[in-house]
Every structure is written in C-alpha cells, then in structure tokens.
C-alpha cells in the first residue's frame, strides 16, 4: 500500500510496508549530546520485519497466550535472536555529519554492544567494518540508509537504494539491533510501540 507514517519532529515518512513484506513495528529518533550540551537529532529510523516470518516464528512460541500476557515476556529480545528478517531504515536528518563522525558513532555505540555480547575480543570486527566506511561517501540530510538482517544472519548496508556491503555475523545484528530494541535503546518510546506491535501481530 502507499501507506506511510511520518516521525512528527523531523517530519521524515516511512512506508508502512518494504519490500513487500516487511511492516513497520515503529519508528524513533536518534539524538546525541555534543560537547555535553546540545541534543542534536542525527536520524530518524523506523524498525521492520517480515510479517509471515513473525507469525511463523514466534506464533508457534506464544500464539497460545493473550496480548496482555505476550507483552510480559521479552518478545523484542527473541526477535534479536531469531532469524526473522529485519530491516532498520534510517533517515539522515544532521546535514552535517562527516564519515568520522559517523565512524566514531559507531565504534561506540555498535562497540558498546559487540562487548557486551560476545566479550573483549571483537576490535578486529569492529574495525573490519568501520574501515568500509569510505571517506567519499555523503550521507546529507535526507539520505537513506538501510540496514538489513537478512536470513542468515547477513546484515546488508545501502545507502539511497545503493549497496555498499554485506556481512555475515549473529553477533554483530544481534548488537546493532540492541541499539534500537534492545535494553538501553535509543528511544524508549519506539521500543515500547514496537513491543506492543509485536504482541498484537502475534496473538491476533
Ligand atoms: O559532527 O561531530 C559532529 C557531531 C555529530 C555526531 C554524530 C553522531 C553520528 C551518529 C551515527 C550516524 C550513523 C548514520
Ligand atoms: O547510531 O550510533 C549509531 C550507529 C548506527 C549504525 C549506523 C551504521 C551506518 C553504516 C553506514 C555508514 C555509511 C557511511
Ligand atoms: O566484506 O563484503 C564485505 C564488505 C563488508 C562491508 C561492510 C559495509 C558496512 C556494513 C557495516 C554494518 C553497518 C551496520
């Protein structure tokens, strides 16, 4: 459908369904602080995946409880974990950032999580992919970067349509999916719209 909802501080839409088969579960804004003081909004990101693969997967867990009892259990952390596809869009909204930053960004917060889940010894990934950051690349306000979990376990990157890699790890979709319903997520408030999502598409 042409369907699409719109974040309401950037005024950035989101289609209501990619690729065909991905809905969206929710959408949120990524804001960090600058030299301690300013919030600035860096994007806008909506959160998809594959409707029959949720229904698949985790109907045949919980499709026995009600929606009040399937919002009970952790359902966004089975998601992370499970092979179900999963698409996380987002939408430049700082016109300023620079490849550095963007490279910075990452080995923090993506670091933060490939620590936490598979231990110390993740620098050599960690740089792998942040060296396919290429200086050339431009990322203005309004571009669109796709990063999409696709069946096992290969997260696949464009950017405005355009691929610029693919790789295969369950620890590394696992952490950059933490970022957005993990935990310690980027905005709570998307999680819990996605959490809710999720426990109506399962028990309806
Ligand atoms: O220009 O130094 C600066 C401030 C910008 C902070 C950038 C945060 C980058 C977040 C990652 C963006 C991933 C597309
Ligand atoms: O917001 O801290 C964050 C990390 C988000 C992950 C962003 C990955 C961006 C990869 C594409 C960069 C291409 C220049
Ligand atoms: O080994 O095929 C390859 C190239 C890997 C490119 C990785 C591109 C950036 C992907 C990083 C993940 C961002 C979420």
Redesign the pocket.
Known sequence: SGDVVTESKTGFSFPAVLKDSQGLLGIGL?R?A?FGLKN?D??AFGVYADDSDIKNFLSEKYGTLSTTEVKQKNITQELMESDVSVTVR?Q?V?G???IR??R???ED?VGNRLKKFGGSDNKELLQKFTSQFKDEYK?PRGSI?DLSKEKGYVLRTSIDGKEVGSVQSQLLCRSILDLYIGDEPFDSKAKEDIDLKLASAITK
């Open positions: 990524r960090k600058v600035i860096v994007y987002l430049i700082y300023k950032l620079s930053s963007v910075n960004a990452f917060s990322i970067i």
